[in-house]
Every structure is written in C-alpha cells, then in structure tokens.
C-alpha cells in the first residue's frame, strides 16, 4: 500500500499524542532512575544543593551493593514461600479436582470464604497464633501463612477440572501411584497454570513487608532488605537517619530487579493471573 | 492425604485467626492474653473515641481522592497505550514497570522524591519559581503526598488490567461506530465503556477496597503524623495491638473497618449497577 501524505491537522495531533506519551514516560518512568541514581551516590552528593540530575560518572560506586551482598542468608525465606506454595497448592488443587471424597463443595466454600477476610483484620491473631506454636523470630515464622494460598488453590482446582479424567484414569489403570500421576501426569498438563500461582506467590512472598516485620525481631539476620528498608525510611521530623540513603535505595534495587525480571518474561502469566483474579471478584 | 498440608496451614494461618479475631473483638483482651468478656463494649467505644473517628475520617478523606483520581487516570493511560506503532511494546513496558515494583520499594522512592531539602520534585518547583512544599512533613500536605505514590504505583496495574480488557473489545463495532458518524468521544463512551463495563467495575471496587485498608505508606512513612493527619484506621488497629497493647479493642476496630468495606462495596455495586 502506498503511504498517503499526512493532512497537517493530523501532523498536530499525533505530535500532541506523543508529547502526551512521552510526559507519561517521564512521569513513571523517573522514580526508578531515582532509584537507580541514588543508589550509586555517596550521602554526599544526595545532600548537593543544588541539586545534581545527573551525577558525573566518576562519583558513582557500587559500595552499598557490595555491603548489602556480603550478608548472610539473604533472602532465601521469601523463595521458599514459592516453591512450597507451588507444591501444596497443586496437592490441594488436584485432590478437590480429581479425587473422590466426602465434602469437597464444603473445602471450596471455606476457602472461598477465608479469601474475603483482609490481612490487618486477622494480624493480631495471626501472631498470637504463630507465636503460641514457638515459631516466633523463625525463618519458619516468615514462611508458614504464606506457604499456601486459598486463591492459588482455586486456581489450581479450576484448572485440573478442565484436564480429562481418561488422562489420570489411563495412568492408574498402568499402575501409577496418586503421588505419580499427579507428578508427571497432571502438573506437567498444568503447567501454564502453575506459572500462574508461581509467578504470584512469589511475588506475594518477595514483596510481604508488615508480616515478616511482626514476626521477626527487628535487628535480627532473616533479611537484610527488610531490615535496611524499615530502618531507614521512617520520615523522622528532623529529616536525616544514620543510615547511608544509598544503602536504601540499593536494598530497593535489589528487591525489585528480580521482580522486574520476572515480569517483563512472564507478562503473559501475569495477565492471565488478573484476569482469573477479576473473574472471581 | 494430598488436601493436608495445604489446607492445615489456611486453617492455622487464616481460618482460626479470623475466627479468634472476631471472638477477641467482644473481649477486653491484652498482651497478657487476660481475656475478659466485653460484650459490645468496644464497638460502643470506638463510636465516641476521637483517634479512631479522626482515623476514619482520614480514610475516607483519601478513599473519596483517591479512587476517582486513580479511575480517571488509569483509563487514560489504558487508552494512550491502546495503540499500535513500532517501539510501543517499549513504551508500555516503561509505563507497567511501577507494578513490578513492590509497596515498600516505592514508598522509600517516593520518600526521596518528596524529600524537602533534596528531594527532584522540590527542586523542580524551584526551578518553576514556586514556593518549596514541606510534603511529608505537613500536616497539610502529607496526605497529598502519599496519595500520589499510590496513584504512581496503582494506576499503572489497573491500567494494565483496562489495557487488557480494551484489547478484546472487537474493532468492527468501532469502525462501524466511526461509520455512523461517531465522534472519538461518542465512541468512548457508547462502544468503548459498555463493552469493558465489567472490568471497569472490578477496578472500581478493587481499589477502594485497597484504598480503605491503606496502611503500608503511613505505616513506613510517618506513623500516621503530623499531629495525626495520615492516621488511618488499619493503622489505627495495628497501632492499639501492637503499641498500645489492646487486643480486644484493636480487632474491634478492624472488623469496623471491614463493615464499612463491605457496605461500600455494596453501594458502589448497586450504584453502578442502575446507572451502565
């Protein structure tokens, strides 16, 4: 097709489209270089008034990344909350879909029902809980409510009920155990809705803040992002706290990179996950 | 049995607290697990408690803000993106990237933006030759402040949720629309909103929802001050079970919460239902 000559009119309104655009790419956009910047800057330059947009490179260091790496047992409780959220959550998921027992709608109704109960109403319970089974101050601690999820669950159970029963009763006919069939036969046919729950139980895990801030002493070693994060960001009326603001922003670099990643790679999942999500609402 | 482990810890970690928690709500309960039967004392308290009402007051003050500015905007952004042209998928990348960025992370960035002496934002208005605001650190402006950190992070997920739903609504009812002589307006508002009515009204919902058990900002930020003015009503809970040490009274004051969640959802429900 040939390309026809723009009326001037036109000419005007895709230029205010993009200027339009462009301030919006700004605007989102800018808090993350700030994020970036302040995290390769020295408290120095954080206090240069007036102020530098864009520093000059020889002034920027990876110190406070180098300090932030050298702690131990970095973030592993919020990983784990994935990969057990995963497991149990398929078990659950395939035991309302494809077993045979007494009380299924039962399960799905109560658990429909604990999905409706927000975090802060059941906080101070919850820690009573948690810290009654001796679990306080345990990595443990961190991990366990967030180790299953109702939502993921119905997920999971919504998908396998699509998965045909010929599938799971051909493998049981050639002698295959539940554990297997669920194992290499169900999980691999759902694997696009485990990359669902995965994608967000691990964000749900990686981003908890108030729960692991609860449960855990605030100067203890669980997670190094945690503690910078919470010490520092506190607006105190004088304004300054002792920790280096590129400590903080690093632990926020750092937090959110993986996130980021993950992301950009899975928009797909991701999607799908709001969508099953809103369907539900 | 495969149901075990899974639903043993929903039932520790949620069926039983929730429960324990409305239990508590009716009980004089401390840190010391003392637990006296109050009946509806702490529903009759938090009636007449002056934090507690001004705690309220602040959530619906940001409640009212916040969810129409975060509507109106996502939408906007949604239609923006809704368009076709090499390099957009960068372009939208750059507009969703605020929702891979956690709650706390964009709360600590948003501390600096708004940073009174070194903060972009004042310097800016400097540049402009206005008047530096002390955001964080007024009790005038810090609400202001933290509604637009939620607005920066929400209404890039909700815009990616309205994107989504825009792209499925079927081209031919546009261009059909555009042949009757429908203006850009005319065809937002009699092709476009019917057809992606349903997601509207998730988002609607889904957001004041959050927008009323707000916490994490004032939580991180500035402990519900100056002088009160950010103190909202999850705050509020956490603070009377955790500082104040009244466990009771603190469930109390969420289930009060959640009342007022639920009765707004069912308004805004209904509203919406008889209005599209």
């Known amino acids: ?281 | 049995m495969f149901l075990l482990p899974g639903l043993s810890i929903i039932f520790l970690c949620v069926a039983i607290p929730s429960a324990l928690a409305f239990g508590l709500s009716f009980t004089h309960c401390s840190r010391f697990l003392s637990i006296q039967w109050a009946g509806l004392y702490n529903y009759r308290r938090l009636l007449d408690d002056p934090v507690v009402l001004k705690a309220f007051g602040n959530t619906v003050r940001y409640v009212i803000v916040f969810v129409p500015a975060n509507l109106v905007i996502s939408m906007a952004i949604a239609l923006l993106l809704n368009r076709e042209f090499r390099g957009m998928k960068v372009v939208r990348s750059v507009y969703f990237v605020p929702v891979a960025v956690s709650g706390v992370v964009a709360i600590s960035i948003f501390r600096f933006m708004f940073d009174r002496n070194y903060g972009p934002i004042n310097a800016l208005l400097g540049t402009l030759g206005f008047e530096k605001v002390p955001w964080l650190w007024s009790e005038q402006w810090a609400m202001w402040a933290i509604i637009m950190l939620s607005l920066w992070k929400s209404a890039a997920f909700f815009s990616l949720i309205l994107l989504a739903a825009l792209q499925d609504v079927p081209k031919d009812l546009q261009q059909a629309a555009t042949v009757d002589g429908a203006g850009t307006v005319g065809r937002f508002v009699h092709v476009t909103l019917p057809s992606i009515r349903g997601v509207t009204m998730a988002v609607l919902v889904l957001s004041s929802i959050g927008a009323f058990r707000i916490f994490e900002p004032m939580f991180v930020l500035t402990k519900g001050g100056p002088n009160d003015s950010t103190q909202t009503v999850a705050l509020q809970a956490y603070d009377t079970a955790f500082t104040g040490g009244e466990l009771g009274y603190a469930c109390a004051v969420s289930f009060a919460l959640l009342g007022v969640i639920l009765v707004a959802t069912a308004a805004l429900n209904k509203l919406t239902a008889r209005h599209v």
């Open chain 1, 1 to 281: 097709m040939k390309r026809r000559r723009k009326l001037p009119g036109e000419v005007a309104t895709i230029a205010a489209y993009g200027m339009v655009l462009a301030m919006g790419v700004v605007v989102f956009g800018f808090p993350l270089y700030w994020m970036v910047r302040g995290s390769l800057i020295d408290q120095a330059m954080w206090m240069r008034v007036p102020l530098v947009w864009a520093p000059p490179l020889r002034s920027l260091s990876l110190r406070a990344f180098a300090s932030i790496f050298a702690s131990p047992q970095f973030r592993m409780s919020r990983v784990l909350i994935m990969g057990l959220n995963v497991v149990f959550d398929c078990m659950a998921g395939f035991a309302l879909s494809k077993m045979r027992m007494p009380g299924k709608r039962l399960v799905l109704a109560a658990l429909l029902i604990t999905m409706m109960v927000p975090f802060e109403g059941m906080m101070v319970p919850l820690y009573l809980t948690v810290t009654r089974i001796g679990l306080a101050d345990t990595m443990l601690g961190i991990i366990l409510p967030g180790a299953a999820s109702a939502f993921s669950i119905i997920l999971m159970w919504r998908f396998f009920n699509s998965v045909p029963d010929e599938m799971i009763e051909a493998a049981a006919v050639d002698g295959a155990s539940w554990g297997q069939i669920l194992f290499s036969v169900a999980m691999p046919a759902a694997a696009p809705a485990i990359a669902t729950i995965a994608v967000f139980s691990f964000l749900a895990g990686w981003e908890s803040f108030v729960w692991p801030m609860l449960i855990t002493d605030p100067q203890s070693t669980f997670d190094v992002l945690q503690k910078v994060i919470a010490n520092a960001t506190y607006v105190s009326m004088g304004g300054t706290t002792e920790t280096e603001w590129a400590y903080l922003m690093a632990a926020a670099l750092i937090s959110t990179l993986p996130v980021l990643a993950l992301f950009l790679l899975f928009q797909r999942f991701f999607i799908a996950g709001l969508t099953a999500g809103s369907v539900k609402g």
